[in-house]
Structures are given as structure tokens and as C-alpha cells.
């Protein structure tokens, strides 16, 4: 007599730190769109995927998801990864998150920690500020 398991065993497509990888630039690309439209009409927001490869206000993306807290963070980059063009990887990240979200948070973290590793910390001011970035500060100031 053969006994069914319990579960079904599945191998992943890829390894989870690829899906952490792919899961953190859709995030940034989400939110990029997200500052570039602004804030959407009748509650209806559609992310241009014309811009997936080169995200539109990377650097300031970063930045505001450095300033959330972690858990925000990552749903922020499932999110992402859920809204890119269909790369054929969605439907194995959607049956990784009830089940593998523990091992998920961490290869979202550590693959975090390894990109804002290379970054310049902007939340510490500079002892000589730049004349460009002042320039920049003023144009982005609202109007008095």
C-alpha cells in the first residue's frame, strides 16, 4: 500500500536571493513610478513598465526606503515584484510567500544590506554641502 505525503515537494525555479534580487528592483521601480505620477486619480495607479529596466527616481526611492521601517519595506518589494511584466517567476513567488516568508525576509534583508551597503548614507549631512545639491534642495522646495 503507498502513502500520499502530506505536502507536495517542489523545487524552486530560482534560487530565493535571485527572487529577493528581482523583489527589491520592483520595489524600487514601483515606488520611482509611484513618485513620477504622483498621487494617482480616483485611486487608480498604473505603473509605466516602459521604465522596469531604468526606474524613474531611483536614488530618491532608495532613499525613502531606507527612512520605512523593514516591514513596510518588504511588502513594498513584493508588491514590486508582483506589479513587473510577467517574467514567468510571479506564480512560484506567490506560493513562496505563505510558505517560505521567513526565508524570503531574510534574503530580502541581506540583499538589502548589501545594495544600501554601496550607497552614500544621505541621511548624515556632509561637512562641505554641494553647490549642486543646494541648487537641487531649492528647485524641489515648495513654493513660499
Request: charged letters at 25%; aromatic letters at 8%.
Amino acid at each position: 500500500m503507498t502513502i500520499r505525503p502530506f505536502y507536495e515537494p517542489r523545487v524552486l525555479e530560482m534560487r530565493l536571493e535571485k527572487y529577493a534580487k528581482i523583489a527589491i528592483d520592483g520595489g524600487i521601480w514601483l515606488l520611482g513610478e509611484l513618485l513620477a505620477q504622483g498621487l494617482p486619480v480616483n485611486n487608480v495607479f498604473v505603473p509605466d513598465t516602459t521604465y522596469v529596466f531604468r526606474p524613474r527616481h531611483e536614488d530618491t526611492s532608495i532613499t525613502e526606503l531606507c527612512r520605512v521601517n523593514e516591514d513596510l519595506r518588504h511588502r513594498i518589494f513584493v508588491a514590486g515584484f508582483l506589479q513587473l511584466p510577467d517574467n514567468g517567476a510571479q506564480a512560484t513567488f506567490q506560493r513562496l510567500l505563505p510558505t517560505h516568508t521567513e526565508m524570503l525576509n531574510d534574503a530580502l534583508r541581506v540583499d538589502w544590506r548589501r545594495r544600501t551597503g554601496k550607497m552614500i548614507n544621505l541621511s548624515k549631512p556632509r561637512a562641505v554641502p554641494s553647490t549642486v545639491a543646494n541648487e537641487l534642495l531649492h528647485k524641489l522646495a515648495p513654493p513660499r
